[in-house]
């Protein structure tokens, strides 16, 4: 029981409570049962301006923490008055730039040599009531810093208090080391260690996303509903969480298409739209913001700004320009702005190596007539089967463009899988559709979400062997001539010279 006892003259004292500071808003006291309810805001930075409700004679650990010592400070003097002045203007300044669109701060709290291109995205921002920015500029251009530099500045007009940042999971620790050393920004990870951490520490019942105020999410994880279900509990069920930032890394992920199927909206975007929805602010990144297809650049358009933008309405330039930047280097040299971006020279290199005596070269052109005769052979099989065959082709090919090795490997493990289901009797074609992993084809029929992981490689060579009868002679020719060829890959391996007829 609390030793202390509470009373209204307290308002504006601080208390810990459950283990965490807060600060007296409200003290109401009850006369007939001794009682008093008090009203707190949490001022702990992790869970900053969280409302609390107690009853103070019930809390276990409640302590009124002591006064603050101003004494001390009175006891020193006054200030120098250049010190004193620089105070002064300071708090001046600040309070212009917080009310005025053409006076910028994040620049000056930036780490870094900021490029005068890289403040167009902010000047743009700070002249929207609600950011909805898309940053298309292209590769090497600073997007990263561009976003920062809007974070920054709207955390310091006091626009923004909560920012999640979405980006591949090969982005998550370089957004974190980024943001804290070039803005001083400090985000939490949300991922599997982290939730279980925080549960293990605070109680099973805690959601992640209320434990701070700035988070960085893979792409992956944000489709899982076991962190999805937290962050839109967190989001809250108004219609816009307000003082809310969102920033999209990749963003044409989101876009409504995948792989070779056109226009199909996948898990992640709907995901993306759902919560994109729930936030004041958003900023949207992307070197590559339409895919080619119109359909699918509206829907994307649609997810910043639904307010200008309708899925099925085409763009306007007018409204597009509003909102999107897009610039390669190429324009920033044009105008004088790419002092620090050299231009790249594409220089042919002629590669002075025969045809004949190449393994390279030579198993290229025995591998494609492998697979044409494969293919031509398969050419009334279901979709799934002649999949599986172009599958086979892309493989091997890239086998080959590693190494010789590499591509013998995995010639050699598909040849005796081959020499194994034939012996074992030829499975009908309904079988070997069936036996085909799901996420292979999927990869070749363009059902794959475009931000998920590539297929195993190893599937490649132990795909089951096609329907019908054995293989003709010469299709069975030419894959044991590329074995032989392969074996002998070595141009100095004397087999090698004899296979080719050079000697």
Known sequence: MPAQSLSSDHVGRIVKVRQRRYLIDEVHECAATSRSI?????????????????????????????????????????????????????????????????????????????????????????????????????????????????????????????????????????????????????????????????????????????????????????????????????????LVRARSLLILDEAHHAAPASGGVYAITSHFTRCITEFAAKFEHKIFLSATPHNGHSNSFRALMAILDPQRFCRGVPVAARERDQVLIYRLKEDLREIGSGVG????????????????????????????????????????????????????????????????????????KHHDTIQQQLQQGTPPPAAVAADLDERTLAAIGGGLDPDDEGEDDSDIATLPAAPGDAPPADEADRQTEMVTLATLGDTNHPGFAREMGLL
């Not at 902010?122 to 009531?129: F, I, K, Q, T, Y």
């Not at 990263?144 to 620790?173: H, N, Q």
């Not at 070039?182 to 959601?207: C, M, P, S, T, W």
């Not at 004949?356 to 009334?380: F, I, Q, V, W």
Request: charged content about 25%.
């Open 38 to 238: 008090a009203r707190l805001s949490c001022i702990d930075p992790d869970d900053l301006g969280r409302s609390l409700e107690v009853v103070w004679q019930a809390e276990l650990d409640a302590e009124l923490l002591a006064d603050e010592r101003w004494g001390i400070l009175g006891g020193r003097g006054f200030d120098p008055t250049d010190r004193f002045s620089a105070y002064y203007h300071t708090l001046r300044w600040n309070r212009v730039t917080a009310s005025r669109t053409d006076l910028l701060q994040a620049p000056f709290r930036a780490g870094i040599k900021i490029e005068h291109y890289q403040l167009e995205p902010l000047r743009m921002a700070l002249g929207m009531p609600r950011v909805n920015l898309f940053v298309a500029d292209g590769v090497g251009l600073g997007k990263t810093i561009e976003a920062g530099l809007v974070a920054r500045e709207l955390l310091l007009r006091r626009k923004v208090s909560d920012i999640v940042v979405c980006c591949p999971p090969s982005m998550v620790l370089q957004w974190r080391e980024e943001m804290e050393e070039r803005f001083g920004l400090l985000f939490q990870v949300i991922d599997r260690a982290y939730v279980h951490r925080i549960r293990k520490e605070r109680g099973f019942n805690v959601n992640p996303w209320s434990t701070h105020s700035r988070f960085i999410i893979s792409h992956n994880l944000i489709k899982d509903e076991e962190y999805a279900a937290d962050l839109r509990t967190w989001l809250g069920r108004d």
């Open 341 to 412: 971006l050299p231009a790249r020279e594409v220089l042919p290199i002629t590669i002075s190596a025969p045809v004949r005596g190449t393994p390279e070269l030579e198993l290229a052109l025995k591998l494609e007539t492998y697979c044409s005769l494969r293919e031509n052979r398969l050419d009334a099989e279901p979709t799934k089967v002649r999949n599986a065959s172009a599958f086979l082709r892309s493989g091997l090919q890239q086998r080959l463009l590693s190494s010789v090795e590499a591509f013998w490997r995995t010639l050699t």
